[in-house]
């Protein structure tokens, strides 16, 4: 992606500039602009005043002199930006009506306080703000809407006030609807609300990724029963369709509710399987029986029945060219998670690298790319945990790396995290190549 749903603007990002600061009269127009941003996020509204007041002495405006800050922690953020991120309503009010401050105002990366409001789930400034006319559809610069971020933090009550608001319930940020983020995060009460408000179960790029998959792959059933009953078609998304997602997956139930909504059990994947044989391969017996019925039989298997399906599903595991297997008969979670990962579907590939781990626990690399599924799928804690386990096995790859996604972790920049962490993950398997070849060189 690399973008993210989560923008800075808390008080980790500045306080210790902050307090370093020349406290005398002679003050640097970036000292008072310091000084008014911290007072904002404090909620300190005669300090915001008194400093706004000496800001337009030395003739800057607010965003003049913000953009003027020369310091790692500065995003471009305003006054309004801390304060709407800090909850605090008073300043919210004094800095929009007595400072004029614009309600949509943006920052260099054109997040508006409406958005950080909902990151920080401050509620009573998401409703003042717009009760006084704040866009409830208006984008960041990367596409990221007010409701895309409620659905990101499963904040249900925030995405039915935006809508009341008149939010567009279909905005598309790379490559995801608002109802898309939420059954990646199997949160069927906010598919419920998103549906309501007739957003399009279909909505997708290319059909690729759809929303029903999303919510195959999260193994929510009261979403994707939520999906079916508003019109998704059961049969978008090849060549992985939602039945292949949920026989790969062994999700039952799901196969059940997809095939009593008319889902074709012979749509093959881009191997040509069709989903009874992904479900034989990987064991899922009672998966076998249900879609045994309904499947047409293949005249690769001479023995069309339980028994004949299964013998012919343990001679196909050998085949090393199979993506769902590795050379030593066993699924390949890696190569699988690489695959879901490059679909975006980060929810999947965060389940398989897990299973990778459990299988080997001692390859680093794992760590690293769990570390990046848990930042698409807005886990912090796992991803910052993920991060300096890898850091800490790996200390001499990419070190300045991970040691600076981790910081950036810290500090909610979760959009330049992801990337810092990819590169150094890239860096990484260079280094390694690198070595392999210089081993190999010497021998």
């Given at each position: 992606m690399e973008s993210s749903l989560s923008y800075s603007g808390g008080s980790s990002s500045f306080p210790q500039q902050v307090q370093a600061r020349n406290p005398s009269a002679n003050l640097s127009v970036e000292d008072i602009t310091v000084k008014l941003l911290s007072a904002a996020y404090a909620g300190d509204v005669p300090q915001v005043k008194k400093l706004a007041k000496r800001l337009a002495k030395a003739g800057k405006s607010m965003d003049e002199a913000v953009a003027e800050i020369k310091a790692p922690w500065n995003r471009g953020h305003g006054p309004l930006h801390l304060a709407a991120a800090a909850g605090k309503v008073e300043t919210c009010k004094f800095l929009i009506k007595d400072l004029k401050v614009h309600v949509d105002t943006t920052g260099s990366i054109g997040v508006t306080p409406l958005i950080l409001a909902i990151q920080h789930g401050c509620s009573a400034v998401i409703r003042f703000l717009l009760v006084h006319d704040a866009d409830p559809s208006k984008a960041a610069s990367n596409g990221v809407t007010p409701l895309h971020t409620a659905a990101a933090q499963d904040a249900c009550e925030l995405a039915e006030l935006l809508l009341s608001k008149g939010a567009y319930v279909d905005p598309m940020w790379e490559k995801r609807t608002p109802l898309y983020i939420a059954c990646q995060r199997g949160n069927a009460r906010m598919m419920e609300i998103l549906l309501q408000h007739q957003a399009d179960p279909n909505a997708a790029v290319?059909?690729?990724?759809?929303?029903?998959?999303?919510a195959v792959f999260a193994r929510s059933l009261e979403g994707v029963e939520l999906l079916i009953k508003a019109g998704a078609d059961v049969n978008a998304g090849q060549p992985v369709t939602p039945l292949i997602g949920a026989a790969t997956a062994g999700f039952t139930d799901c196969v059940k509710c997809l095939l009593k909504a008319d889902a074709d059990a012979n749509i093959p994947d881009n191997n040509g399987r069709v989903p009874i044989e992904i479900a034989a391969i990987k064991g899922w017996q009672e998966c076998v029986e249900i879609l045994l019925p309904v499947t047409t039989p293949l005249?690769?298997?001479?023995?069309?029945?339980?028994?004949?399906?299964?013998?012919?599903a343990?001679?196909?595991?050998?085949?090393l060219q199979d993506p769902l297997l590795h050379e030593n008969d066993k699924p390949d979670f890696e190569a699988n998670g690489d695959a879901a990962f490059s679909d975006r579907d980060y929810a999947l590939a965060l389940n398989l690298y897990t299973k990778a781990v459990e299988t080997d626990p001692g390859n680093s690399t794992l760590y690293a790319k769990r570390s990046l599924c848990s930042l698409h799928t807005g886990d912090k804690s796992n991803a910052m945990y993920d991060a300096d386990t890898y850091k800490g096995m790996e200390p001499d790859l990419s070190k300045s790396c991970y040691a600076q996604g981790a910081a950036l972790i810290l500090v909610k920049e979760y959009d330049r995290a992801c990337e810092v962490l990819m590169s150094g993950l890239h860096l990484d398997f260079e280094s390694k190549l690198t070595d392999t070849a210089s081993s190999g060189d010497h021998q």
């Amino acid at each position: 992606m690399e973008s993210s749903l989560s923008y800075s603007g808390g008080s980790s990002s500045f306080p210790q500039q902050v307090q370093a600061r020349n406290p005398s009269a002679n003050l640097s127009v970036e000292d008072i602009t310091v000084k008014l941003l911290s007072a904002a996020y404090a909620g300190d509204v005669p300090q915001v005043k008194k400093l706004a007041k000496r800001l337009a002495k030395a003739g800057k405006s607010m965003d003049e002199a913000v953009a003027e800050i020369k310091a790692p922690w500065n995003r471009g953020h305003g006054p309004l930006h801390l304060a709407a991120a800090a909850g605090k309503v008073e300043t919210c009010k004094f800095l929009i009506k007595d400072l004029k401050v614009h309600v949509d105002t943006t920052g260099s990366i054109g997040v508006t306080p409406l958005i950080l409001a909902i990151q920080h789930g401050c509620s009573a400034v998401i409703r003042f703000l717009l009760v006084h006319d704040a866009d409830p559809s208006k984008a960041a610069s990367n596409g990221v809407t007010p409701l895309h971020t409620a659905a990101a933090q499963d904040a249900c009550e925030l995405a039915e006030l935006l809508l009341s608001k008149g939010a567009y319930v279909d905005p598309m940020w790379e490559k995801r609807t608002p109802l898309y983020i939420a059954c990646q995060r199997g949160n069927a009460r906010m598919m419920e609300i998103l549906l309501q408000h007739q957003a399009d179960p279909n909505a997708a790029v290319l059909l690729v990724h759809t929303p029903l998959k999303a919510a195959v792959f999260a193994r929510s059933l009261e979403g994707v029963e939520l999906l079916i009953k508003a019109g998704a078609d059961v049969n978008a998304g090849q060549p992985v369709t939602p039945l292949i997602g949920a026989a790969t997956a062994g999700f039952t139930d799901c196969v059940k509710c997809l095939l009593k909504a008319d889902a074709d059990a012979n749509i093959p994947d881009n191997n040509g399987r069709v989903p009874i044989e992904i479900a034989a391969i990987k064991g899922w017996q009672e998966c076998v029986e249900i879609l045994l019925p309904v499947t047409t039989p293949l005249a690769r298997v001479a023995d069309w029945s339980i028994e004949g399906i299964t013998q012919h599903a343990k001679l196909s595991r050998p085949n090393l060219q199979d993506p769902l297997l590795h050379e030593n008969d066993k699924p390949d979670f890696e190569a699988n998670g690489d695959a879901a990962f490059s679909d975006r579907d980060y929810a999947l590939a965060l389940n398989l690298y897990t299973k990778a781990v459990e299988t080997d626990p001692g390859n680093s690399t794992l760590y690293a790319k769990r570390s990046l599924c848990s930042l698409h799928t807005g886990d912090k804690s796992n991803a910052m945990y993920d991060a300096d386990t890898y850091k800490g096995m790996e200390p001499d790859l990419s070190k300045s790396c991970y040691a600076q996604g981790a910081a950036l972790i810290l500090v909610k920049e979760y959009d330049r995290a992801c990337e810092v962490l990819m590169s150094g993950l890239h860096l990484d398997f260079e280094s390694k190549l690198t070595d392999t070849a210089s081993s190999g060189d010497h021998q």
